[in-house]
């Protein structure tokens, strides 16, 4: 064989070899979707009263000056029509992804005398139906948000017979198997594996939300406390990485200053977790807040040991709650990978609601892709932690600003974020500890954490809220490391693929080097004799 056969060989053992490593990198990195907040009104009406959340007062009057929107209304939770909207589009987007997490909150705001469990029951099972007849064989992880038990807010943690409601008439064991509704059925929280090596926990987070009073003066409400500790333990034990999903997050609502979600009692205990067991604990997923945001979680030395993303929801609803606003109906696509769990990059996607309502062909856009308007290299905790750094500087005021038009998903991309508006986001995005918020926000947090304010003040202006009477408002490892450019995880599987390819191919070239000098230090007749068979 001569050397230009050999060179031949060489480049396609070289393409065959990056094919193999890029194959490689396209099988470790998976997607899933993250949908929530649906708060399905059946009572939605084309001609209801936007100040009655759209519904008709009575049957006798309509509204016909003023026909409001197919998909919805910015003063209103969502109809069927967006529910479905929302959940064929992400059967169109991305209908082969791994697993569907769905974050809780199914039912109206309305007040708790137009509703029964029953009722509650039926708007449950509207929503889960449409997803399972959506996606028929998809693992989809549900949890339950603070709506979602009748009366609201008022979630079960010793009478246990509402969870099994859930399961049976509103469809939840269709996507819950045995193993999973053994726990679920005696307070509301299951485990699973998604993968070898990567457990799901899924909590029932509004046991501990301000708002139950019945869990006001218990411990540990439905035991979930003590069963989280004994599985995580497990899972260290194991090797496993565990992603925590829940719909109410612990922490500070980040739009309205000092509002705490979880009791302090059960906030401390929820953060010793986090801390504790932050080498197992990988990824954390939430909703509730009906804004696009996320929280860093710092051990008590001050170093970032966690993350949470926070995901917008589908209805558009205008809280009650002053300063919380109202948002465009949202989607999440999350790419992970497969082999370590770790979330490398979302895209949100958003309903632009006004337009959608006056162009019958108005569709489902991409907001952003996270890697991309940050300028990082991946989601990790360490991304994380430098995004808010980022937003604390001046330099970082135009993207600090990107971020405030995203947190209220588009609805007012030049929403107005003044002084104080920006020290409420950076310490709620900075401190799940509501005694560091609470300094942050004041000016004396400890110099290990990023201080309150240090850029230039811009100028949010909260949206303004409805005049709606029913106020049921909405009121979410690694070890210690430095910030610094994340990297790609396929990334390592390209530069080890091309590393090994050159070691290879130097090889083969000083061998055939070595040879040819060989050759043509022999004698012409030895040369001659080799073409004689």
Do not use: C, D, H
């Given at each position: 064989m001569d050397l230009k056969m050999w060179y031949m060989y060489t480049a396609i053992f070289f393409v065959e070899l990056l094919a193999e490593n890029g194959a490689r990198a396209s099988i470790s990195e998976g997607t899933f979707w993250q949908v929530t907040d649906f708060h399905y009104d059946s009572l939605?009406?084309?001609?209801?009263d936007p100040t009655k959340l759209c519904h008709k007062v009575k049957a006798t009057i309509t509204n016909t000056s003023n026909t409001l929107g197919k998909l919805g209304d910015y003063k209103c939770d969502s109809p069927l029509a967006l529910v479905n909207s929302a959940v064929e589009t992400m059967k169109k987007l991305k209908a082969d992804a791994d697993f569907i997490l769905w974050t809780g909150d199914n039912v109206p705001h309305v007040k708790d005398s137009e509703l029964s469990e029953t009722k509650v029951l039926n708007l449950m099972k509207t929503v889960t139906d449409a997803i399972r007849v959506t996606f028929p064989n998809a693992s989809v992880y549900p949890v339950f948000g603070n709506h979602d038990p009748y009366p609201s807010n008022q979630m079960p943690y010793k009478q246990f017979e509402y969870y099994k409601r859930v399961a049976n008439y509103s469809h939840w064991n269709k996507f819950l198997s045995a193993d999973m509704?053994?726990?679920?059925?005696?307070?509301?929280?299951?485990?699973?594996?998604?993968?070898?090596?990567?457990?799901?926990?899924?909590?029932?987070?509004?046991?501990?939300?301000?708002?139950d009073k019945l869990t006001a003066n218990v411990t540990d409400p439905a035991g979930q406390f003590n069963w989280l500790r004994s599985l995580l333990k497990r899972s260290r034990k194991n090797k496993e990485k565990v992603y925590l999903v829940g719909h109410v997050p612990p922490g500070t609502f980040v739009r309205v200053r000092g509002f705490h979600w979880f009791y302090p009692k059960f906030n401390d205990l929820y953060l010793k977790f986090l801390q504790s067991y932050h080498d197992v604990i990988i990824n954390q997923f939430y909703g509730h807040e009906h804004t696009d945001s996320f929280r860093i979680v710092h051990d008590n030395k001050g170093t970032t040991i966690g993350s949470m993303f926070l995901s917008p929801s589908v209805t558009p609803w205008n809280s009650t709650l002053v300063g919380a606003g109202y948002n465009n109906p949202s989607i999440r696509l999350y790419t992970y990978n497969r082999d370590t769990g770790q979330v490398t990059d979302y895209i949100q996607y958003y309903l632009n609601l006004s337009e959608a309502n006056a162009?019958?062909?108005?569709?489902?856009?991409?907001?952003?892709?996270f890697t991309k308007v940050y300028g990082l290299g991946d989601a990790s905790i360490g991304s994380m932690e430098k995004l808010v750094e980022i937003f604390n500087s001046t330099a970082g005021a135009k993207l600090f600003q990107k971020y405030i038009g995203f947190n209220g998903v588009n609805v007012d991309p030049q929403a107005k974020c003044d002084e104080q508006c920006h020290i409420n986001h950076i310490c709620g995005l900075s401190h799940v500890n509501y005694t560091l918020y609470d300094n942050c926000v004041k000016g004396k947090g400890p110099p290990t954490h990023p201080t309150p304010h240090t850029g230039k003040p811009l100028t949010h202006r909260p949206h303004k809220p409805t005049d709606n009477p029913h106020d049921k408002t909405t009121d979410h490892h690694h070890h210690p490391h430095k910030p610094r450019h994340s990297f790609p995880h396929y990334m390592y599987y390209i530069i080890g693929g091309l590393s090994g390819t050159v070691i290879i191919l130097f090889i083969i070239i000083a061998f055939l080097c070595l040879r040819q000098r060989r050759l043509l230090g022999q004698p012409r007749y030895i040369k001659s004799s080799l073409t004689i068979n």
């Open positions: 939605y009406s084309v001609s209801g509704l053994k726990t679920f059925l005696k307070g509301g929280y299951y485990t699973t594996m998604i993968k070898f090596g990567l457990r799901l926990v899924a909590l029932n987070t509004p046991l501990y939300y301000t708002s162009n019958p062909n108005a569709t489902w856009k991409v907001e952003y892709q």
